[in-house]
């Protein structure tokens, strides 16, 4: 759901979005929910944070690679 919004937002506003907003793009109300799911993808690899600055994000190729595998099952279900 993260990884998603993270892609979805830079793909409507070109740039990556802050913390507050993927709290608004998913809905989940604690900021500190927000934090754990960013730093567990960074750490699984699936985005890169640069400067460990939240606007310094970005999608990796695994993460890319995930969002890819997710949208196909999606529509072989």
Do not use: D
Not at 35 to 54: D, M, S, W
Request: proline content about 1%; charged content about 20%; overall charge positive.
């Amino acid at each position: 759901m993260i990884l998603n919004a993270i892609y979805k937002f830079n793909i409507i506003y070109g740039y990556y979005p802050s913390i507050i907003n993927l709290q608004q793009e998913t809905g989940i109300k604690s900021l500190s929910s927000i934090y754990f799911h960013v730093k567990k993808l960074r750490e699984e690899g699936y985005i890169c944070i640069k400067n460990n600055n939240i606007s310094g994000i970005s999608i990796t190729q695994k993460g890319l690679g995930l969002l890819k595998e997710i949208e196909n099952n999606k529509y072989e279900a």
